[in-house]
């Protein structure tokens, strides 16, 4: 039995306490949280668990095996420093940390002490993604042309990050997951509107080989709320709208062709318009998945798709756009 510590019961650790409960094999057994009416809540939702507003006391406790981190990306690499080097392995939230000097020394870490790492894309576990990621793999679309994706709301305003970090981790892990590579170069514009210093809204692009491009746009000042990727292949072409209660993913079969006129210039184009299909997804919850896959990788399971050098890659990418951003929008190599 894998016992969890849990240090931060805001926004995203009751889910997480609800979910290592309940997986098979782990137990949550110590809560922590630096706002003791936030405590209290815990202890009221979870009579059997212990709390603590001290995160040394969590930590140094010999019964965690785990320690799982849901704090503010600033605090993410001294709580998980701290952490591998008494012991314990580590399950953090996204982004995995603010730098990559700070990703890779947890790593290299984790390797040393026999330790492991995952970051909580949790997106990577959802049915859709999983779906997409076949889809690609097969073929099924064919050459990927494009990659466009959308997430955009009206708030919630982060105090310590700007949109990129706060909403572009979801989209720049599924997009490294699903296409299977990585971008050699990001350009990075936006803007931020409440003298704040952080930018709320932003458009990344993102270049890969075989004339491969990305495009992704975080918004927190949008109308509406809208999670939108589509794909375009060289067969067909996908739209996943996460927003729909049913059929998320709809395969287009639609596409165009140019051929080019024998000893002449002029190009011949041609539209393809076929039908539209809904593929079944799975509807699991995808944090079950994800404490499920943490506990499996602490029993000697495969390597995940999100542990720490996949964390390190999305930190990578996000501080690249951010040196773009600085800079008015000029490409950043990878």
Not at 17 to 30: L, Q
Not at 80 to 107: D, H, R, S, W
């Amino acid at each position: 039995m894998i016992h969890i510590g849990v240090i931060g019961f805001g926004y995203w650790g009751p889910n997480l306490v609800r979910n290592f409960s309940s997986a098979d094999g782990s137990e949550v057994v110590f809560i922590c949280d630096s706002n003791p009416q936030t405590l209290k809540k815990a202890s009221k939702r979870h009579p059997g668990i212990k709390t603590t507003t001290n995160h040394k006391e969590l930590i140094k406790d010999p019964s965690v095996d785990a320690v799982v981190i849901a704090t503010p990306v600033f605090t993410h690499h001294a709580l998980a420093k701290m952490a591998l080097k008494a012991g314990k392995n580590v399950f953090i939230e996204k982004p995995f940390t603010y730098t990559i000097q700070e990703a890779e020394e947890l790593i290299e870490l984790a390797a040393k002490k026999n330790l492991k790492i995952m970051v909580d894309h949790t997106f990577l576990y959802t049915g859709s993604v999983r779906r997409i990621k076949q889809l690609v793999d097969d073929k099924v679309l064919g050459d990927i042309y494009y990659y466009d994706s959308i997430r955009v709301n009206l708030g919630l305003f982060q105090h310590d990050v700007n949109v990129v970090w706060d909403l572009a981790p979801h989209d720049i892990s599924i997009m490294l997951y699903v296409l299977g590579e990585k971008p050699h170069a990001v350009i990075a514009t936006g803007a931020e509107h409440f003298s704040r210093g952080l930018e709320d809204v932003a458009y990344l692009t993102f270049y890969f080989s075989n004339n491969l491009l990305a495009h992704i746009s975080v918004n927190w000042l949008s109308p509406i709320k809208i999670r939108t990727t589509l794909i375009g292949g060289q067969k067909k072409m996908m739209v996943w709208n996460d927003l729909e209660p049913d059929e998320k993913i709809k395969i287009y079969d639609k596409g165009v062709q140019v051929k080019t006129k024998e000893g002449k210039y002029n190009l011949l184009v041609s539209y393809r318009s076929g039908d539209m299909w809904a593929p079944k997804i799975d509807h699991t919850e995808a944090l079950k998945l994800t404490a499920d896959s943490f506990v499996s990788y602490l029993n000697g399971g495969g390597r995940v798709v999100n542990d720490g050098t996949a964390g390190l890659e999305v930190v990578r990418i996000l501080e690249a756009s951010t040196a773009s951003l600085k800079n008015n929008g000029n490409m950043v190599y990878l």
